[in-house]
């Protein structure tokens, strides 16, 4: 029986999730996209039409933070996947509301409580891993953190154990990107997220513990296929805290690029307090929360794509050792901005991370991830979902002592 | 018969006001001042008690906006003079309040429109000079901008115009904070106020007409006495629209010192656009204006005091001729942040900007400027203005042609 898809959120990523649904519509039944604001998820459905798409496509309005609202619709529509790409803050009410109607969940992206900055690893440990029985008593499957960084790169590392090593020693996973959007500043996905990332403390796993720094304490210059020489930052990130869970003895640590232009505007924030989740009093007596108001100032997100032009290169470094003897290898994907945006309307950041959950939902659908249990990514088989990828418009290439080649 | 005085506004200046008509309360009747928030002038009035001042001293409520309040408040405690160092959104009301219960009125700044920024020229032409009439005919003084700058520095202007030369040619106003504050950003003035002299269209009169700008356009170093080289920059100020209509022929500048930190941050913060007034809309609904979130993210000037360090050097570098001779006069003071401190609990930018006023007021007092019309400073009797000042703790220094001495 085909299998009916709702997708919960209505921003850059769900735009690039509804168009590759639809381009794969075959692979399932009817497909749904729910949304606090609605008229956002029916222009989404608009722009599919533009692209010629006659499958049968229907927005929802829905407040995802409602668990019981989640399980209705679910139910209302007969969803069997749910891929969510709202705000972090939806996750844990919308896996709820999966394990109540019995639906497979597929997000990209960790559970973030919104009066909270940076949790205490483990992060997956703090809510979703504690719904575990819970899933495997529903029987469903629940995938985490299917998108790019977490997503692709958890399957990056499970491939160089899989067919690289008997034992991974270490996994940097480097994230560039040497696009341009041409305004002056902006983020690529929803502000208050991303600089949320930035603001707190910065975990990494190294000899066996969780070591913590200050975001751009360490900076590290590489040196990567098409971007070139960039200076990426150890930061934190969801992956960081899956991998060190099943690769225990290795050192996992996550490197983000950033200009100088970011790093200032950033440093200018932050240390003025606009960066805070934690509400501050105005003279006249108004409670604003400051890292609401930039995002209300900063150009959204989605608005960047049209203009946006070069390059991502996200990829793992892995080091480890076969039959005692060492090696390394590095794992990647090049990704166009511009690309992306004449095929489905958004910029490459978007393109990367909602490319792979609809990538995952088709295995599910398929059968080859339908697992029933909860699950991330570098828990499930790497190379169906990597060759699916490529499929999709994320090609996977390895440099190792072969060359830089396709998988 | 001794006059009694109304101190309108409880901030950083005017905490230097009342310590300053403290230590001068043989030149007055009972002393008074009001705030919308009574516990800070309250604090005030502590702070003087501390330093041992048995003058007769009251607080007040008040809400200056309201000119009935103002007048009603006039009457009741029988004031003659009202110092209005409050916010520059109030002079109006102020000034109504005054005409209407008889009271001479004095301020340190020109009035604003909460809704405005960077009226058109000449800015005391939109408000102020349109109640000339009004003050003449009440028979009260009215004196405008009787601050540092503006305020001294148009006494500058005046006493190179009486002693110097027959005809002005150009006054360059130069104005350097070289102290610090300790703390990473920080404006010494409300930030509310200050970010809003900058913000917009920068006006200066050369050649007989108004020259538009923008902020940080053009940039000029200067090498000062005590302070030494400095960049400062073609800023936007109240004096240069008075004094460029008495001195209709002469260029008038003002340029104001800014290190690269603070043109950074202010950059950062202008571009984002939370510097501005206008209120957006963030994805809660909440309607906020960036600037007021700002202000209350930044420490209150007042706080600042205690660890300030370092001087200022303010000044006028006015040419013209005498008997057709060009030449060339700088006017100036230097002030020291930790004297200010010591002697009045304010740091030095509220010191300077806070014992003119209060100069002013003794002129009144006496007689020597009590005009019973509105006036800029530099339509007044420059002399016996600087002279008193000299006594009060800002004196004033001239180079000229035979060197660097006291006036």
Redesign the interface.
């Known amino acids: 029986m085909a299998k009916n898809v709702l997708i919960i959120g209505a921003g850059g990523v769900a735009q690039v999730v509804a168009h590759k649904l639809a381009q794969n519509a075959g692979e399932f039944g009817k497909l749904h996209i729910a949304s606090r604001t609605v008229s956002k998820a029916e222009k989404i459905i608009t722009s599919i039409r533009d692209k010629g798409h006659q499958v049968e496509f229907a927005a929802h309005p829905l407040d995802a933070m409602d668990a019981g609202a989640v399980a209705a619709l679910i139910r209302r529509i007969d969803a069997h996947i749910v891929i969510n790409v709202g705000s972090a803050f939806v996750n844990m009410t919308v896996l709820q509301g999966c394990i109540d109607a019995g639906a497979a969940y597929i997000d990209t992206a960790i559970h973030e409580d919104p009066a909270k900055v940076c949790e205490t690893p483990p992060w997956y440990g703090n809510y979703e891993w504690k719904r575990r029985e819970a899933v495997e008593k529903a029987g469903i499957t629940a995938i985490l953190g299917a998108g790019f960084d977490p997503g692709v790169v958890n399957a990056y590392a499970r491939l160089a154990e899989d067919e690289y090593f008997d034992k991974v020693e270490s996994i940097d996973i480097v994230d560039i990107n040497a696009g341009s959007h041409g305004r ?2 902006a983020t690529n996905f929803d502000p208050e997220i991303n600089f949320r990332e930035f603001t707190g403390t910065v975990y990494s796993w190294q000899g066996g513990e969780w070591r913590q720094n200050k975001m751009f304490e360490v900076g590290r210059e590489w040196d990567l296929p098409v971007v070139g020489k960039r200076t990426a930052y150890l930061s934190g990130h969801d992956e960081v805290h899956s991998l060190s869970a099943r690769y225990k003895d290795a050192d996992v640590r996550f490197w983000m690029g950033f200009g100088e232009h970011y790093i ?2 950033f440093t ?2 932050q ?4 960066l ?1 989740e934690q509400p ?5 007596g ?1 409670e ?3 890292l ?7 150009p959204d997100p989605a608005s960047l794509a049209p203009d946006y032009e070069g390059k991502t290169c996200i990829g793992d470094l892995v080091k480890g050792t076969q039959n005692g003897q060492p090696g390394e290898v590095f794992i990647y994907n090049v990704a166009d901005h511009k690309d992306a945006y004449n095929e489905v309307g958004s910029q490459g950041i978007s393109y990367t991370a909602g490319v792979p959950p609809v990538a995952a939902a088709i295995l599910v659908a398929r059968g080859t991830w339908d697992v029933k249990r909860m699950a991330n990514v570098e828990d499930l088989p790497a190379r169906p979902f990597l060759e699916l990828l490529g499929d999709l418009g994320l090609p996977t290439r390895v440099i190792d002592a072969t060359g830089d080649h396709p998988i």
Chains 1, 2 share one sequence.
């Open positions: 002056w500043f200032n505007v200018v924030l240390n003025l307090g606009l805070s501050v009093k105005t003279a006249e108004l604003v929360v400051p609401k108001l930039v995002k209300a100032v900063l």
